[in-house]
C-alpha cells in the first residue's frame, strides 16, 4: 500500500537550533543507530516484518533498509519516506525538514499505518494505544535535536 494510502496516525515535531543539511545528517545517524541494532532485527523477524536487515548507501537513500523499514524516498535536507510491513500493520514514517528561521530546522515525524484484522487492532493497542509509540518517536526527534546541536558547535 502507497504511503499517501495509508491512514495518519499521528505527527510528531522539534524545533532544533541547526540548518537542514545538520538535521539531515543527524536523522540519518539516529535512525542508523535506533534501529541497525540486532534487537530490531530480532523484532523485525518476531513479526515478519519485509525488511530484516541494516542495507544499503549511508547516508539513508532510496532502496537502503533498516530493520522493520525501506527508504522509499530521500530527498536530502528536505524528506525522509520509510516504509514497511509485517504481519499486523502496513505502515509509513515520514520526516520532513522545513527552515523554521535563521539557524534553525522543523522536523516532523508523521506516522500512516493500517492495521488489518482482529491481530492488527490488537497489536495497534499495544503499540499505539499504550503510548508506546509516541514516546518512541519523541525520544528519536530528542535524539536528532541533540546530536544536530551537538554538530552545530563543533562536537
Known amino acids: 500500500m502507497e504511503n499517501a494510502a495509508l491512514p495518519r496516525v499521528d505527527e510528531h515535531t522539534a524545533l532544533v537550533p541547526a540548518e537542514r543539511a545538520q538535521v ?3 536523522l540519518g545517524e539516529v ?7 540486532s ?4 523484532y523485525a523477524r518476531l513479526v515478519g ?10 547516508p539513508l537513500a532510496a532502496g537502503a533498509t533498516l530493520p522493520g523499514f525501506r527508504v522509499a524516498e530521500a530527498v536530502a535536507d528536505r524528506e525522509l519516506v520509510l516504509v514497511g510491513g509485517h504481519r499486523f500493520a502496513s505502515y509509513a514514517l515520514v ?14 515525524a508523521e506516522t500512516r499505518a493500517v492495521f488489518p ?9 499495544l503499540v499505539i494505544g499504550t503510548g508506546g509509540h509516541r514516546v518512541l518517536v519523541r ?3 530528542a535524539k536528532v535535536r541533540r546530536r544536530a546541536g551537538s554538530s552545530r558547535s563543533g562536537g
Request: aromatic letters at 10%.
Open 24 to 26: 539531515w545528517h543527524a
Open 31 to 37: 535512525l542508523h543507530r535506533s534501529f541497525a541494532g
Open 39 to 42: 534487537g530490531w532485527a530480532r
Open 49 to 58: 516484518a519485509a525488511d530484516r536487515t541494516a542495507s544499503g548507501p549511508r
Open 95 to 108: 520526516f520532513r525538514l522545513d527552515e523554521a528561521g535563521p539557524g534553525r530546522t522543523r522536523l516532523s
Open 117 to 125: 484484522g482482529r491481530a492488527g487492532g490488537l497489536y495497534r493497542g
Open 139 to 141: 525520544r528519536m526527534l
